[in-house]
């Protein structure tokens, strides 16, 4: 008999200070209105100093746990996409599952930027369809705001701090995960990229003095990008999971801009209210987007039984993907 994979529990977590559009006027050239117009973004959340991803994760964690109805030591791994891990090893994967008493379980980081959730939903599929696990920990989290370059108007303005989990398990009910897609173009990787701190350019007094170690971005060679891959993305998953557009009830996508989901609801051919979307209160949080929006989405209703969503994303590498859930 064939194994699928659902998702049982979700969760999600964010620092508590909040980031104004009128905050960042005081920072950098910019106006509340520019940044609604162009982005959607009213407000993010800002980790303080002593407050690093684990933390947020650790959270998140717990809350999916909690609703799928297990204990830690249910957990048979956990793996974590992230490009803000606390540091480059040992992983936050291994330092949560220490925080939450999951003994002995692989735990692992990865990275596909903003993409990163749907890549390890892909994994938890992979996993779980082929007898290796019966119950495991994915999650999205970032504190871009650790890699912000807070000169910079054009991407300042876009980032905030989050974490979001889910459990995935062999047995339902829950979100079935259904058809997917995944892909990446690494010649584009230089429109959004963090020049130093990796073995190509070590840190050095330089590299701080000239914010090489902040996030540079060509915002709108990515806009353009991220418009037609999140397209392809979801065409490419509904194909594989046998669903049609008009049988969308869900659009649940990465909160990069207002503007990109607007274009993707609309190639979806989806009305308003079939579209997820919390980017006014928290911005980009990069890899949280997706699973931070799941979580609302679930414990606000807005997901029932029987919904079919649509989850797309796009992000660092440059990296895309698709994934099909039906509830
Ligand atoms: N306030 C006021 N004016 C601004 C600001 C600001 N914060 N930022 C830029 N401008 C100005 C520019 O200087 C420019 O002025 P000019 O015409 O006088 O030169 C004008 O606004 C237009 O700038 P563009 O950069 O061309 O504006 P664009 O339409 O591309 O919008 C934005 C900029 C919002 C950043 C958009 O490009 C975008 O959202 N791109 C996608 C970025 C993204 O999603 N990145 C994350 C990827 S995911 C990950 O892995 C983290």
Redesign the pocket.
């Given at each position: 008999m064939s194994r699928n994979a659902y998702i049982v529990g979700t969760g999600h977590n964010v620092p508590d200070g909040v980031l104004t559009n009128a905050d960042?006027e005081k920072i950098?050239?910019?106006?509340d209105e520019?940044?609604v117009k162009?982005?959607g973004i009213k407000e993010r959340r800002k980790t303080d100093d002593s407050t690093a991803t684990s933390d947020l994760v650790t959270v998140a964690v717990k809350n999916a746990i909690e609703m799928a109805g297990w204990e830690p030591e249910d957990v048979q791994g956990i793996i974590v996409g992230t490009?803000t891990p606390d540091y480059y090893f040992p992983s936050t994967a291994a330092i949560v599952a220490d925080k939450l008493g999951m003994k002995n379980i692989p735990a692992y980081d990865f990275e596909a930027?903003?993409?990163a959730f749907i890549y390890g939903l892909v994994q938890a599929k992979a996993f779980i369809e082929s007898g290796m696990m019966d119950r495991m920990i994915i999650v999205g989290a970032?504190c871009?705001t650790k890699i912000t370059n807070w000169t910079d108007?054009?991407?300042?303005?876009?980032?905030g701090d989050g974490a979001g989990a889910v459990a995935v398990s062999s047995e339902g009910p829950g979100g079935r995960l259904g058809g997917w897609h995944w892909g990446s173009d690494g010649s584009m990787g230089k429109h959004?990229f963090q020049p130093a701190g990796g073995s190509k350019k070590p840190a050095s007094h330089e590299t701080v003095d000239n914010m090489e170690h902040t996030?540079h971005?060509n915002?709108?060679r990515?806009?353009k990008y991220?418009v037609r891959t999140m397209h392809d993305s979801c065409m490419e998953a509904l194909k594989m999971d046998g669903t049609e557009k008009k049988d969308v009830d869900l659009l649940v996508s990465?909160q990069?801009?207002l503007?990109?989901i607007d274009a993707t609801a609309r190639a979806l051919e989806l009305k308003p209210e079939q579209v997820y979307i919390n980017i006014q209160k928290y911005g980009?949080t990069?890899?949280a987007t997706i699973p931070m929006a799941l979580d609302e989405a679930v414990r606000d209703n807005t997901i029932k039984e029987t919904s079919t969503v649509v989850l797309a994303a796009?992000?660092?590498?440059l990296?895309w993907g698709g994934m099909i859930l039906h509830w």
């Open positions: 960042l950098v050239d910019t106006t520019w940044i162009m982005t490009v930027g903003c993409t970032d871009l108007r054009s991407s300042c303005i876009l980032f959004l996030i971005m915002g709108a990515i806009f991220a990465h990069a801009n503007r990109i980009n990069s890899a796009f992000g660092a590498g990296t």
